[in-house]
Structures are given as C-alpha cells and as structure tokens.
C-alpha cells in the first residue's frame, strides 16, 4: 500500500506543469528489425506524466538515396516502408541533400514515391518519412539500473501515423495508482521503437559533422514537477510499479 505520507506530501507539493518535447531528449538512431532505445531523459526532480492529456508521438523511417550523375534531373525515389500522408505530423516526408533541406516536386503515396531534383550530381539524398507498416513504440519510466521499470504507453506507429491526433489525440491513461504517473528523481524517461525500418531523429547525410534534424518527428509528454525531492518516493514508486 502506498504511504499515506507520500502521496500527502506529492498532493501538498509546489509544483509546476510544463512538457518534455524532443529537444529534452537524447536521441538515438533505431534499428531495423529489432527493439531499441531511441529516446531517454533522466530526470533532476519528481515528476508526473499528466492523464488524460493529447501526447505527442510521430517517429519517422529512414531511408538513404544517391542522386544520379546529371545535376538539376528530376528523379523519383521509391520508399521502401508505405509512406502514407499523415497528419500525425505537420509535414509526413522531409528530404534532404546533403546538408540542405530539398523541395519536394510531388509525392505519390499511392504507389510509394517522392519526387524531388537535386541541385548536384551524386549528392546524398535523405528522406524521413512517416510510415504507416506497423512498428512498436514503448514509453516506459526506469530505475537507475533498471532495477525497476514500467511501461506508461506502448502502440503502433504504423496506426498513429494514420490516425487524425487532431480528433482523436493520443492520451496516457494511468488507473493503476495514485504512483502510476510519477517518475521520481534520477529515473529516466525512455522510448523505444521495434520497426522493420530504421528509426530516426537526425542523421549527418551530408557528412560534415552536423546532423539534419527530422523537422516531422514529435516527442511530446506533458507533466507537473515539484520542487523538491520527497523521501522515500523512489523506493515506493518502484514498488508500485514491481506490483502491476
């Protein structure tokens, strides 16, 4: 049973609401065909993911292109993983040459292409894009150690990407108790992505040291903090969470 002391002291709290976005994040490319980690965040002091509240998940694939040897052709690139035009993200396919973001002449996602010219020959041409196969994302909180771990959102990328959020938001929903939202100082806040593409937040396309940012990626957790740490609050969560 939770203290009563805890949660007294969790409700009498000075607290804060604000929201983690990707850019709380350190991010990690995922890898095709297996389960990994693409997102953490340790935390510095209490918080608690708010129920209820529209999240943002939006993960894209990755895919790698060589342009061919005329400079100003236009070429079509074939997507390997159903890119579908979403509107889980403010913009479902981000390409780019090199190091600079390229227009994109038409997209066809019927039939799985995006059509785009580059300015030079033999350039490097990266594209996220949202996909719509299906691929796991897991939101978790975990333990310094992972001596304790809970699963606070778990779904299918594939279907978030066709699903109108602006209707229909995704929510966290948290009824199993008063701890099941908190994830207490020095916990890390996790993603992970099991896909049969690579999963990606940036990549150095133009291999000059800096990465281009997947502009259509979206991470975002609501969440009130307190002030101060509570004692004991670690030990009871993790407790919690070992009992669900």
Not at 12 to 37: H, I, P
Not at 43 to 71: K, N, Q, S
Request: charged letters at 25%; hydrophobic letters at 35%; a negative charge.
């Amino acid at each position: 049973m939770v203290s009563d002391r805890i949660l007294n002291e969790l409700r009498n709290a000075d607290t804060y609401s604000d929201q983690f976005t990707r850019a709380d994040f350190d991010l990690s490319a995922g890898v095709a065909g297996s389960n990994e980690l693409v997102a953490e965040t340790q935390l510095l002091r209490p918080h608690a993911l708010e129920d209820g509240v529209p999240i943002d998940v939006a993960i894209m694939a990755y895919e790698e292109f060589t342009a061919d040897a005329t400079a100003g052709n236009s070429e079509t690139l074939t997507l390997s993983h159903d890119p579908v035009d979403s509107t889980a993200t403010p913009d479902p396919v981000v390409v780019y040459e090199n190091d600079s973001r390229l227009p994109i002449d038409s997209r066809d996602f019927e039939n799985d292409t995006v059509t785009v010219t580059p300015a030079n020959a033999d350039s490097t041409l990266g594209v996220f894009y949202a996909s719509g196969e299906q691929a796991q994302v897991a939101v978790q909180k975990t333990a310094p150690g992972s001596q304790a771990q809970e699963t606070l959102y778990s779904g299918d990328i594939g279907l978030i990407h066709m699903r109108d959020t602006a209707r229909e938001p995704i929510t966290l929903n948290f009824s199993g108790s008063p701890l099941q939202p908190v994830i207490p100082t020095d916990w890390r806040l996790q993603v992970y992505v099991d896909a049969p593409y690579t999963a990606r937040f940036a990549k150095d396309v133009g291999g000059d040291g800096t990465d281009e940012q997947a502009t259509n990626s979206l991470l975002g957790f609501a969440y009130r903090a307190t002030k101060e740490d509570i004692e004991g609050l670690k030990t009871a969560v993790a407790q919690d969470s070992a009992g669900r």
